[in-house]
């Protein structure tokens, strides 16, 4: 399965919008990932990540505790069996402490 063409099809027909791929995302101070994709889900309105993963790195693990506290939108977990994520990390309690009003994301 190819992640970017799945979610392009989506984009195509009307479902998802503002399709970016390779975002910096800031979860705490000195710590970023990279996630492979965001876009927003025009039917709910709500800003999503989404991360490809053919497998899970020690660093990885790490970055997916602190999104759990600190991601500021939830995040969409994809694999190269499934075109549906197979988990969906909500966004951190923290992050209503420190992102700033009006920012959708």
Not at 30 to 46: C, N, Q, R
Not at 66 to 72: N, T, V
Request: aromatic share 12%.
């Amino acid at each position: 399965m190819n992640c970017f063409l799945h979610l392009r099809d989506l984009e195509r027909r009307g479902l998802i919008g503002l399709l970016v791929t390779q975002v910096k995302v800031v979860l705490v101070p000195g710590v970023s990932t990279i996630v492979d994709f965001a876009f927003l889900d025009l039917a709910t309105g709500v800003y999503q990540h989404a991360e490809f993963k053919g497998f899970e790195t020690p660093a990885w693990r790490i970055k997916k505790k602190l999104w759990r506290l600190f991601g500021p939108t939830p995040l969409l977990m994809f694999t190269a069996k499934s075109i549906k994520p197979v988990e969906v990390i909500p966004p951190g309690y923290a992050t209503f402490v420190l992102c700033k009003p009006g920012l959708p994301f």
